[in-house]
């Protein structure tokens, strides 16, 4: 039937001409912002999660062992959290925060991470989802320093001292609802 | 090193501004076609185009990168359609997307294509306006290829019988 062929062709060549016409693309730029947007999302969220599972590991890992201290009051738990730093943060502003958290008394512990660290534990996480792994690249995991509160109740305190310092770009604890270093 | 990255930045956008300005409107164009409505397929292709923003570092190191972009689009165009019976919608002759310049013939072929299952549906307009062959409509439709080609032959069929018969009523 190449008459059929061609009159397919022909009609569905003028059906896309008219389509084309009507068409009215976005400004390619507002479609890289929104990408930009949503990859940004992404990456929150998995630094999120990855401090989440952190903390959640400790709390079980520094839980007392059952049928301990029943009836203990559970206001001084544990707790991990984490200074994410930005990513023009220079080694010294990175330095200044290990040392206030390390000079801290309600710090028990300090560990820093760094992006390349941080995406191999991302890659871990989600070595499952490979395309996840791949639209994620090494450099947009955040820097971070990671530290155990003896006691959870102090993570307000500590988040206030260290969000004033340069290179700050957010505290987070597992013990606490997600909150900006600015709000 | 922020210089780099500024650097690289800007030529990653680069690529893609060109990507977007080339294969825009030809893959919105042909998702009109198939989905019957110029405005899901603009909003289709511009979810596709924002998914390759998103991993646009690896895609665009591929030979094609627009044959990515095509295939998602058209994942998603065939999502849509079963999510919200786009089909039914296309098979409204009061729809408001029917466009003024068609020819009579197009005419009768677009309501001719919406009475077309979508596999068929896809399948014509994938061989007959993006001018694909038979293997790579199977592979981007998952698909085995003599699959492909019974819906072309039925679609054929069907088309065929449908603008014979408008061409006789019309005479």
């Known amino acids: 039937m190449p008459d059929l062929d061609d009159r397919l062709r022909a009609g569905l060549i003028d059906l896309d001409r008219a389509a084309r016409e009507r068409v009215r693309p976005a400004d390619s730029r507002e479609v890289a912002a929104a990408g930009r947007r949503r990859r940004l999302a992404f990456v929150t969220a998995g630094a999120v999660l990855v401090t989440a599972l952190a903390g959640g590991l400790a709390s079980l890992w520094l839980a007392p062992a059952p049928g301990g201290e029943r009836g203990a009051a559970p206001a001084c738990a544990p707790a991990e959290a984490t200074a994410f730093l930005r990513g023009d943060v220079t080694p010294q502003q990175s330095q200044l925060v290990g040392d206030t958290l390390r000079d801290s008394a309600k710090v028990s512990s300090v560990t820093h991470e760094s992006s390349e660290e941080a995406y191999e534990r991302f890659k871990e996480l989600t070595r499952d989802s490979p395309d996840v792994v791949n639209s994620v690249k090494p450099d947009a995991l955040p820097e971070s320093w990671r530290f155990t509160l003896a006691c959870s109740g102090d993570f307000a305190a500590v988040q206030a001292q260290l969000v004033p310092l340069s290179g700050i770009d ?8 997600r909150r900006s270093p600015s709000g | ?3 780099i990255a500024a650097a690289a930045g800007r030529v990653m956008q680069r690529d893609f501004d060109d990507c977007y300005a080339v294969h825009f409107r030809p893959i919105a164009g042909q998702l009109a076609v198939y989905l019957g409505s110029v405005e899901d397929a603009q909003e289709v292709a511009q979810e596709a185009f924002t998914r390759a923003w ?5 895609i665009s190191r591929y030979e094609d990168p627009a044959a990515w972009v095509r295939r998602v689009a058209w994942n998603l165009a065939t999502g849509r359609l079963r999510r919200m019976r ?3 919608r296309h098979r409204n002759t009061e729809r408001v997307e029917t466009v003024a310049g068609p020819g009579p013939d197009a005419v009768a072929l677009r309501d001719a294509l919406a009475r077309l299952p979508d596999n068929q549906r896809r399948a014509v307009v994938l061989h007959y306006l993006a001018g694909l062959p038979v293997a790579e409509i199977a592979d981007l439709c998952r698909a085995r290829e003599g699959a492909v080609r019974t819906w072309l032959y039925r679609a054929r069929l069907t088309l065929a019988r449908h603008l014979n018969d408008e061409v006789t009523d019309n005479a």
């Open chain 1, 170 to 177: 957010d505290v987070v604890c597992a013990c606490e609802p």
């Open chain 2, 1 to 3: 090193m922020t210089t």
């Open chain 2, 54 to 58: 998103v991993r646009w570092g690896r």
């Open chain 2, 86 to 88: 786009i089909a039914w």
